[in-house]
């Protein structure tokens, strides 16, 4: 298992784990304690991530990725290996996310309205200077809109954000993950990525200070 361990630990990029996911999962279904420990270990963080930027909640985002590792070592024979372990394990992930925010409408948050918005290109990248100390509070600042923002979007909307940039997952995977169309994910994301760039307008000045933090960084 060291060897499986330093294999996995190789194959992490930008936080989301990428491959090996399905043997340690087979491992673990055969009562591998240290196969349950390594696939805890590479997706607590993800799947905590996810759902704190789909609620807005910390209690949510704890409870929902303990229920999915719950879900795992119940019905985790349920996965065939054809499709990607990262789409498998966020379906999990956003249909306990969708239930429990169903379950408490009182916690879900105002949706902007989806009115027609300029462009989408202006969301892809925000850019501030980090090594200025006053523009680190601009970066901060920053990051704490965007996280606002993507809140703010209508769920539908901000799952593909959320999948897309914050997970990395292909338009083919993010599909899988909300059980839609291709064309879905692509029309949504457009849509959201255009709600965004209007809500995020008064920001883009920024760009003129150097440096780069793009969308994914800011909903790490």
């Not at 905590?48 to 409870?63: C, K, P």
Request: hydrophobic residues 40%.
């Amino acid at each position: 298992m060291g060897d499986l361990k330093d294999d996995l630990t190789k194959q992490m990029k930008n936080g989301l784990p990428s491959s090996g996911d399905a043997e340690l999962l087979r491992l673990m279904l055969a009562g591998d304690g240290d196969a349950f420990e390594q696939l805890y270990q590479r997706w607590q963080s993800p799947l905590y991530r996810f759902v704190l930027r789909m609620s807005g909640s910390e209690t949510m985002a704890e409870d929902v990725m303990q229920e999915v590792f719950l879900t795992l070592m119940r019905d985790g024979r349920q996965y065939s290996g054809r499709g990607s372990f990262a789409a498998y394990i966020l379906a999990i992930a956003r249909h306990l996310t969708w239930r429990r925010l169903r379950r408490e409408r009182w916690f879900v948050r105002l949706e902007i309205e989806d009115e027609p918005g300029p462009d989408d290109s202006t969301a892809a990248v925000i850019a501030v200077d980090l090594e200025d100390p006053l523009a680190r509070l601009t970066h901060d600042e920053i990051v704490k809109a965007v996280r606002r923002a993507v809140l703010g979007l209508p769920i539908h909307y901000r799952e593909v954000v959320l999948l897309c940039y914050l997970h990395e997952l292909s338009y083919a995977e993010a599909a899988e993950v909300i059980g839609c169309e291709l064309s879905t994910v692509r029309s949504r994301l457009h849509r959201a990525r255009a709600l965004l760039a209007e809500r995020l307008d008064d920001l883009k000045s920024a760009d003129a200070q150097g440096g780069n933090l793009n969308l994914a960084r800011c909903l790490a």
